[in-house]
């Protein structure tokens, strides 16, 4: 059973970046044809999937996003991490990472095998 948990800090002041990782246990994030994703729920909205980075390393951003957002890895500690620049209070929201199969359609977070349990992070000053 893959199991992932987000960690970083909850509180980041506006225009800084945003940095979070995500270990997994239970399954390798080289794993082929699998996908590793941040999603994020600001409050009284819906899941909002912000990108992806697959078992080759390659990236895919949701293009309201591409601008601040990277992804990258860790495969010797089996973590992936998200960065999000010059944040603002409209960043303010429970970021989730996540895993599926690379059939599934990355941009719908309603496809997602595995999630973690989620952290807040707010964005003020």
């Known amino acids: 059973q893959v199991q992932l948990q987000e960690s970083g800090p909850g509180l980041v002041k506006p225009s800084q970046t945003l940095s979070l990782t995500c270990t997994v246990s239970?399954?390798?994030?080289?794993?082929?044809?699998?996908?590793w994703s941040w999603i994020r729920q600001p409050p009284g909205k819906g899941l909002e999937w912000m990108g992806v980075?697959?078992?080759?390393?390659?990236?895919y951003y949701s293009p309201s996003l591409k601008s601040r957002t990277s992804i990258s890895r860790d495969t010797s500690k089996n973590q992936f991490s998200l960065q999000l620049s010059s944040v603002t209070p409209e960043d303010t929201a429970v970021y989730y990472c996540?895993?599926?199969?690379?059939?599934?359609?990355?941009?719908?977070?309603?496809?997602?095998?595995?999630w973690g349990q989620g952290t807040q992070v707010t964005v003020s000053s």
């Open positions: 996540a895993s599926g199969g690379f059939h599934i359609d990355f941009t719908r977070p309603d496809e997602y095998d595995y």
């Open positions: 239970g399954g390798s994030i080289t794993t082929s044809y699998y996908a």
């Open positions: 980075i697959a078992y080759d390393g390659s990236t």
